[in-house]
């Protein structure tokens, strides 16, 4: 596997690699029922399913698809939430949780200033971010990292007739 890039945010968080020991951590943020529902997807996902999941990302972080931190907190021992980009022909889609716990924080905004700026050191490529039109919350933390938004409407999505925001970064 080819060196992944670790970031640190301050002395407390840091954005690591997604192993194994996460499992547990990671399907407490894919299960929980508030957290899924901005998450587009359901909250049915299995412990192996989160697993398997990590397998795959692995996968494609080897292949350049995809990059997927953890946000690993110092302080609890424990991966709180995940940023994650995917490499489509011409552009990064950025998706990314929190547990819920954490909310309200400042984390997830620290966390992707971070990481949005590895990736444009990085790359050439603008970066998409697709988020539910009631996720107040991530549409200040967009706004605040000066994405643009670009429009809303209808994605093909695991949640049924849920409006998205799109929201664009050069």
């Known amino acids: 596997m080819k060196d992944f890039p670790i970031i640190k945010i301050d002395d407390n968080l840091e954005l690591t690699f997604p192993s194994s020991e996460f499992v547990s951590d990671l399907f407490e943020i894919y299960h929980n029922i508030t957290t899924s ?3 587009n ?3 049915e996902i299995s412990y192996d399913e989160v697993a398997k999941r990590i ?3 692995k996968k494609n972080y080897d292949t350049n698809k995809q990059l997927y931190w953890v946000i690993y907190s110092n302080e609890f021992s424990k991966a709180i939430g995940y940023i994650t980009i995917f490499f489509h022909s011409n552009f990064w889609q950025l998706e990314y949780a929190l547990n819920e716990t954490f909310w309200n924080k400042g984390i997830m905004c620290n ?6 700026l590895f990736i444009k050191e990085n790359t050439d490529f603008n970066i998409l971010a697709v988020v539910n039109t ?7 933390i967009l706004e605040k990292l ?15 007739s849920t409006e998205f925001v799109n929201f664009y970064k050069k």
């Open 134 to 140: 009631d996720n107040f919350a991530s549409i200040k």
């Open 41 to 43: 997807c359901d909250n």
């Open 111 to 116: 966390c992707l200033k971070k990481a949005i």
């Open 146 to 160: 000066e994405f643009v938004m670009t429009g809303v409407g209808k994605n093909e999505s695991k949640v049924p």
């Open 37 to 39: 529902r901005f998450m």
């Open 55 to 57: 397998e795959l990302i």
